[in-house]
């Protein structure tokens, strides 16, 4: 191995104490430090990473960074390589199982770790999940097609289109279902548009990514793949959905509605939820368990309705205490056709943003008012607040959560400009978006440290 590429990515302190030890990446070592000892594979650091530490990879898995400076013996155990590329095998084919079409879009739910850049990076075919999820194979003959390369903060109007459209397809040649892979942070934002830019599909829809990448011991990717696969292939829910852990625990996934799903938390595994209802349904490997019946059924037919129009001058704004009126003006002066509000309490903003509303109004932008509580309902009826605002054209949006506000208002806007029919497309519900209550059991968040509390988490928790 060439000298730069035996301390790949070290310089300064870090690299000075590997080679004073003569310890080059992919040595297997013990080192003590005056805090303890850790035994791994040092591996090599990302090009834009610090000159003070030395990673090592631990027999559980998990990277840890050790101060050089603090290093005092380092014993040379051997050398044991890593290969990060994920392992391909040919996807066996099996008369009588169900065809399932996967399309990536990007996200860790099939990636590997680019050591280079300290990155995760897309990885992607049928043969490479296979080699990492080899049980996909006995639930599905599965098909994969790269759509994009993309983080979900990447994802907007060309990529939801292009899916949409790419569904479309898949649905027209005959598959049994359909396994979208996505980045998490957006997926609830794909899931939405994807309900109304594909209506009444004959076949499961789902979105799937992961948490955590492949290479992590406690990644959720390939319970998720399963969980996902085995819900296209097999479930009668003919919908655009959402699936992902449900407990932080291996136990189960759920199925969230599109429409009517959110990420909720930046790194928990069970980070999605439905809010103001309850899921779909629960899937483990062995079994699909409906939570409720109001749901599309699956179809033998082709049919499926693709309406990918959507004007992209829409925003979403979230209200806040003392917010200025330049903030409502600058979209109007921008040439913004729709405006998402996500406003206080029942759905109120403060009184110096009335005149910028009325200029909205007057110049014929539809103006829509969700709730930033995102359970509950807009209701603008109560207060004077409330009352005002109407008068000067802002629309309740009944319980729709404010991202799927704004997709909805996109596509809306997509379809015609005539304001009186874009409030009759965003009051008519297409799949679940606007429900006429909030079920007793749709709003759950347990305060820890209270007895009861801790006492019935105590029964639960894995």
């Known amino acids: 191995m060439p000298v730069q590429e035996s301390y790949k990515g070290y310089r300064g302190e870090a690299l000075a104490t590997l080679q004073n030890f003569n310890a080059p990446i992919w040595s297997d070592v013990r080192i003590t430090t005056a805090k303890g000892g850790y035994a791994g594979i040092i591996l090599p650091r990302s090009e834009t990473a610090d000159a003070l530490h030395i990673v090592l990879k631990l027999a559980s898995g998990y990277n840890i960074g050790i101060r050089a400076g603090s290093i005092t013996a380092m014993e040379i155990l051997g050398r044991k390589e890593a290969h990060y590329k994920i392992p391909e095998k040919e996807f066996p084919y099996a008369p009588g199982k169900p065809r399932v079409k996967l399309l990536g879009t990007g996200g860790t739910i099939a990636s590997r770790l680019d050591y280079r850049t300290g990155a995760v990076i897309p990885a992607f075919s049928p043969g490479e999940l296979y080699g990492s999820v080899p049980e996909l194979a006995d639930i599905c003959n599965l098909e994969t097609e790269k759509l994009y390369g993309v983080f979900s903060e990447n994802m907007g109007p060309e990529q939801w289109v292009g899916t949409a459209q790419a569904i479309g397809r898949e649905i027209e040649k005959g598959v049994q279902g359909i396994v979208i892979g996505h980045g998490t942070d957006t997926m609830h934002h794909t899931a939405a548009i994807l309900s109304f830019m594909v209506q ?185 607040t409330g009352r005002d605002m109407m008068e000067l054209g802002v629309v309740p949006m009944a319980n729709m959560l404010p991202e799927v506000a704004y997709v909805k208002l996109g596509w809306a806007l997509g379809q015609t400009r005539d304001l009186a029919e874009v409030r009759k497309i965003m009051y008519t519900p297409i799949n679940g978006e606007i429900t006429e209550r909030e079920p007793s059991n749709g709003y759950l968040i347990f305060q820890g440290g209270i007895p009861e509390v801790e006492a019935f988490i105590s029964q639960i928790k894995k």
């Open 200 to 384: 009444n599909p004959p076949v499961p829809i789902v979105m799937v990514g992961s948490q955590r990448s492949s290479d992590r011991p406690s990644s959720d990717a390939a319970l998720n793949l399963m969980h996902s696969v085995k819900t296209a292939a097999e479930s009668n829910i003919a919908e655009v959905m959402v699936c992902m852990f449900g407990p932080t625990s291996d136990v189960y996934g759920l199925l969230h509605r599109g429409t009517r799903v959110r990420k909720m938390h930046s790194s928990y595994r069970s980070t999605f939820r439905t809010i103001g209802d309850i899921p779909l349904a629960m899937v483990s490997r062995e079994k699909i368990t409906p939570l409720r019946q109001d749901y599309r059924r699956r179809r033998t037919d082709r049919n499926v309705l693709i309406n990918t129009a959507f004007e992209e001058k829409v925003s979403i704004v979230y209200y806040y205490p003392n917010m200025k009126p330049d903030i409502i003006d600058a979209l109007i002066d921008n040439g913004y056709r729709g405006i998402v509000i996500a406003g206080t309490g029942l759905g109120h903003v403060n009184k110096p943003l009335y005149p910028a509303l009325k200029r909205a109004r007057d110049q014929n932008i539809a103006v829509y008012m969700t709730v930033q509580t995102l359970w509950g309902y807009v209701q603008m009826y109560v207060y004077d």
